[in-house]
């Protein structure tokens, strides 16, 4: 395929020598003249593992080559790899000056250009970026329709600095938000014969994956550091504690606890994020992120509140109470909690779980309930039904068959959805439906 790549940085100057590398006929573009240059005699503008040599040999094979001008690199290639920078703002924003400059030039070359050019965004952007920023530039400057016209993809980054290479022709996954078909074929067809799996999905989902990965990437390297800091203040070897919690395939390092969901509880998670927290503030280490959980987790449980709020309506079902299902514990319940705040704030409610029977509420969950929730007995519905006769608006906070069967669609009550119903997907087209988190 005929490609030009814009940006010669790191994610740019390694495209470009490693698509050149698989046969792809490659023209680098960049503003700076030196890494033109450099480029154009077969040496790296970036510091990399094997990108000297790459880059060598492939415009020794005259397979690479570099320019100033978009023009004739528009004119040389029929699909585009934008990788400009896209760095902070001093507020933390993201500066998109330079994807939105390049997209001009890219838009006016195209015009005068015959065929379908495909534009492809690898630079990180926030979702929403490409299509109400980008496409509408391309439009406005290439003239005729994005996905009709021209092509519009989106194809992020996953290389890590360093070991670059080796991760372009090894990538832990390829994800293409395609705009349409066309446009997702063409970003396939460049990296036909690579390993690892394949994602197409819709052009924001792939703008919104590289987040998901570099927040979760960070949040690892806190989470480890910080445990390994309260650690070292208790006198325990850190490595080890994590040599078996990383052992651990079936609820640390696994798909467990990963999908958006409502706020946890429970008699073990927040007291034991309590005492460790606790434990680093007696010993004078400071744990952010540790000591930020369970705050992040107490205005997930408001959202639920705010949702049945914005309804404007005050009579309420609430399908779920235990912490959890398949229990009938209900100590720090989030589902109480949020049945506390809602009864506090004058909401006419009614509860349904099957699991809580009061004559089976023995013990600490009697006690419990009796100074958290006094007014439980007087809530408690006998049946799924009692409670969907009384509601305007019901928050789902349980799987159990029985509630998800006689959950109705369309003109019932308000659905409030907090654990991500099995036909949550049908069920978002839908009005009287809000997910907490999708
Ligand atoms: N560096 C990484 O490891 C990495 C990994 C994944 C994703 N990303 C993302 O990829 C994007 C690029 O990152 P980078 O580290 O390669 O940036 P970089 O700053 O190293 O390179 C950007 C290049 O774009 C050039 N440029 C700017 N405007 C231009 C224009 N109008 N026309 C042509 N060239 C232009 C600059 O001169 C520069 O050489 C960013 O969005 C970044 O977040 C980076």
């Given at each position: 395929m005929r490609v030009s790549v814009f940006g010669l940085g790191y994610v740019g100057c390694v495209s470009a020598a490693c698509l050149a590398s698989l046969g792809h006929e490659v023209i680098g573009v960049d503003v700076n003249q030196v890494k033109v240059d450099l480029v154009n005699d077969g040496k790296a503008p970036v510091v990399e593992e094997r990108i000297g040599e790459l880059i060598a040999d492939v415009v020794r094979a005259d397979t690479l080559r570099a320019t100033r001008d978009v023009h004739e690199a528009i004119m040389g290639s029929d699909v585009s790899l934008i990788c400009v920078g896209t760095p902070s703002e001093p507020n933390g924003s993201l500066c998109t000056t330079y994807l939105e400059r390049v997209t001009e030039e890219i838009g006016a070359a195209v015009a005068e250009r015959g065929g379908r050019q495909t534009v492809v965004f690898?630079?990180?952007?926030?979702?929403?970026?490409?299509?109400?920023?980008?496409?509408?530039?391309?439009?406005?400057?290439?003239?005729?329709?994005?996905?009709?016209?021209?092509?519009?993809?989106?194809?992020?980054?996953?290389?890590?600095?360093?070991?670059?290479?080796?991760?372009?022709?090894?990538?832990?996954?390829?994800?293409?938000?395609?705009?349409?078909?066309?446009?997702?074929?063409?970003?396939?067809?460049?990296?036909?014969?690579?390993?690892?799996?394949?994602?197409?999905?819709?052009?924001?989902?792939?703008?919104?994956?590289?987040?998901?990965?570099?927040?979760?990437?960070?949040?690892?390297?806190?989470?480890?550091?910080?445990?390994?800091?309260?650690?070292?203040?208790?006198?325990?070897?850190?490595?080890?504690?994590?040599?078996?919690?990383?052992?651990?395939?079936?609820?640390?390092?696994?798909?467990?606890?990963?999908?958006?969901?409502?706020?946890?509880?429970?008699?073990?998670?927040?007291?034991?994020?309590?005492?460790?927290?606790?434990?680093?503030?007696?010993?004078?280490?400071?744990?952010?992120?540790?000591?930020?959980?369970?705050?992040?987790?107490?205005?997930?449980?408001?959202?639920?509140?705010?949702?049945?709020?914005?309804?404007?309506?005050?009579?309420?079902?609430?399908?779920?109470?235990?912490?959890?299902?398949?229990?009938?514990?209900?100590?720090?319940?989030?589902?109480?909690?949020?049945?506390?705040?809602?009864?506090?704030?004058?909401?006419?409610?009614?509860?349904?779980?099957?699991?809580?029977?009061?004559?089976?509420?023995l013990g600490a969950n009697r006690e419990y309930i009796e100074t958290r929730l006094p007014h439980l007995a007087q809530l408690l519905a006998d049946s799924v039904d009692e409670v969907l006769d009384h509601a305007e608006v019901c928050l789902v906070g349980t799987g159990d068959p029985a509630v998800l069967s006689a959950l109705p669609h369309g003109d019932g009550p308000v659905i409030v959805d907090l654990i991500h119903l099995p036909d949550a997907d049908a069920r978002r087209a839908e009005p009287g439906y809000v997910g907490l988190a999708w």
């Open positions: 690898r630079s990180t952007m926030l979702p929403g970026t490409c299509l109400n920023l980008l496409v509408p530039i391309l439009e406005k400057f290439a003239g005729g329709t994005a996905g009709v016209d021209f092509g519009v993809a989106v194809n992020p980054e996953f290389l890590r600095e360093g070991t670059s290479v080796r991760d372009f022709f090894d990538p832990p996954k390829t994800v293409i938000g395609e705009l349409d078909r066309a446009s997702g074929d063409v970003v396939a067809a460049l990296y036909d014969g690579l390993p690892g799996e394949v994602f197409r999905v819709p052009v924001p989902t792939a703008e919104a994956i590289k987040y998901a990965d570099n927040a979760f990437h960070g949040l690892k390297i806190g989470f480890a550091n910080e445990l390994g800091a309260v650690c070292q203040a208790l006198g325990v070897d850190s490595h080890q504690v994590m040599d078996v919690f990383l052992a651990d395939r079936k609820l640390n390092i696994s798909p467990a606890y990963l999908r958006p969901g409502f706020a946890f509880g429970g008699s073990c998670l927040p007291k034991d994020l309590r005492s460790l927290v606790h434990a680093a503030r007696r010993h004078d280490v400071s744990v952010p992120i540790l000591a930020h959980v369970l705050p992040s987790n107490a205005d997930h449980l408001q959202r639920a509140v705010e949702l049945v709020e914005r309804t404007g309506k005050r009579r309420v079902g609430m399908f779920g109470l235990s912490f959890k299902p398949g229990t009938d514990d209900l100590r720090e319940s989030p589902l109480v909690e949020l049945a506390e705040r809602l009864f506090g704030k004058g909401y006419d409610l009614r509860i349904y779980d099957p699991n809580v029977n009061l004559s089976r509420l």
